[in-house]
């Protein structure tokens, strides 16, 4: 993936990790999906600007992501048929060294985005989520289409993907872990272990 790609999916993966509203059945809607990013946006661009040191603002931004982003699902997708395999324990010390490991990867990025914009552009109903769309303004690059997906179906809504220009966030997350976890020859309290300590 190209560098500017990943520093989108560092900004946006934070981004889209605010979600507020309590599940009312199915009635999120398009304005709701919209007005979300809207906030999300307004909310990382406040600790991007804030002039915090690195290691406050990876940890604003692990305790964001772990707050709002559908981080079980993520966790999971990430690691794929090994998931379903996995002891409830190891899976749940797993999830928490993932939660950890995004936090720092992509609030590293942080940084490269002050003085950026992303304009919220769109909001429609795709299968049983919403996919919202927008432009992203980056200081000396050509503008990028990111489309967000937001659902209620965990009890909040919440995002849990991000495709950037047809660079599919979750696709690329399972890659890395997939891996990551060959190379440990499956093994995965090596891999949490190790998920742990990066960063």
Do not use: C
């Amino acid at each position: 993936m190209p560098n500017d790609r990943r520093g989108v999916l560092a900004l946006i993966g934070g981004a889209a990790a605010f979600s507020l509203a309590p599940i009312r059945g199915w009635s999120l809607d398009a304005n709701q999906a919209r007005a979300l990013i809207d906030t999300a946006l307004g909310e990382v661009y406040r600790v991007i600007n804030s002039g915090q040191q690195p290691a406050q603002m990876y940890r604003d931004f692990e305790a964001i992501f772990a707050r709002y982003a559908d981080v079980d699902v993520i966790a999971r997708s990430a690691l794929g048929p090994a998931a379903r395999q996995a002891d409830p324990r190891a899976l749940a010390a797993y999830t928490q060294a993932f939660q950890g490991y995004i936090g720092r990867k992509y609030g590293k990025r942080f940084r490269e985005f002050v003085g950026s914009k992303i304009e919220v552009t769109g909001a429609r109903p795709l299968k049983s989520f919403y996919a919202v769309t927008s432009v992203a303004y980056l200081n000396g690059r050509a503008p990028m289409e990111v489309e967000w997906h937001v659902s209620n179906k965990s009890g909040r809504d919440k995002f849990f993907n991000i495709i950037i220009e047809g660079v599919n966030m979750l696709a690329s997350e399972r890659a890395e872990i997939a891996a990551m976890l060959t190379a440990r020859r499956g093994d995965l309290a090596a891999l949490t272990a190790d998920l742990q300590a990066s960063g």
